[in-house]
């Protein structure tokens, strides 16, 4: 039996599940799916419009099961893949860290997808909002990391991974973490490290510059 991956080469949604694959040691085929070059891609692998009825990576089969949208496959992953564990074993502590996830895609992403397209008018007010909104957020989570955790929901998970990917996008499109949220930003470098994140993030950060496009300043290698 063979896992694959549907992605695209700049597809958030789609990072997160090989960053999750890859963390849990799960062997899989990666299959990036034709993608144009502005922000507004569209893939048309034949598979992936069969089972998403958006049209849209990721897309994951694996045997029978065929599924879509990121945090659905984040959870088929955990109960077929337990270990290593990336959702607290605990309810509580699973309900919050799923929040901090649903948070990252449903509140802070959103404010980042108003800003493509805005790179040559930053000081108009749609961008000067959600550069705001996605500064606010952040100052909300490094208020989180300041009773010492390492991690979003204490320990390294899906939360983590979700919100990395979504504060990389955010970057690119001008809406990157300062100074002024400095466990933020430290916590950003230990996921940034992880050999996991690494191993999907430094291609997709070769595919920008290949086209000729900005890499954030933290990921230039």
């Not at 893939?43 to 029978?64: F, M, S, T, Y």
């Not at 959702?87 to 802070?108: I, K, M, T, Y």
């Not at 595919?207 to 496009?213: E, H, I, K, V």
Request: charged share 25%; with cysteine; glycine share 6%.
């Amino acid at each position: 039996m063979t896992t694959h991956i549907f992605s695209g080469p700049l597809s958030m949604f789609g990072a997160k599940v090989q960053i999750a694959a890859l963390e849990k040691g799960i062997a899989f085929e990666l299959v990036m799916v034709p993608f144009d070059r502005d922000d507004n891609y569209s893939p048309r692998h034949p598979e992936v419009l069969r089972i998403n009825p958006k049209g849209q990576v990721p897309v994951l089969i694996d045997d029978a099961v065929e599924l879509f949208d990121s945090t659905q496959i984040f959870e088929y992953l955990e109960d077929r893949h337990p270990q290593p564990a990336l959702w607290p074993a605990e309810p509580a502590a699973r309900a919050r860290a799923r929040q901090l996830e649903h948070r990252s895609d449903e509140v802070f992403f959103p404010q980042v997808v108003r800003l493509f397209g805005l790179q040559e008018a930053m000081q108009s007010p749609p961008a000067v909002e959600a550069c705001a909104a996605c500064a606010r957020f952040y100052g909300q989570l490094d208020t989180l990391l300041a009773d010492g955790r390492a991690f979003l929901a204490g320990d390294y998970g899906y939360a983590d991974i979700a919100f990395y990917m979504a504060h990389v996008f955010a970057d690119r499109k001008g809406a990157g973490m300062t100074a002024e949220t400095p466990r933020l930003v430290a916590w950003r470098d230990r996921v940034g490290e992880r050999p996991a994140v690494r191993a999907v993030v430094d291609p997709m950060m070769d595919f920008l510059a290949s086209q000729g496009r900005g890499v954030p300043a933290f990921l230039r290698r």
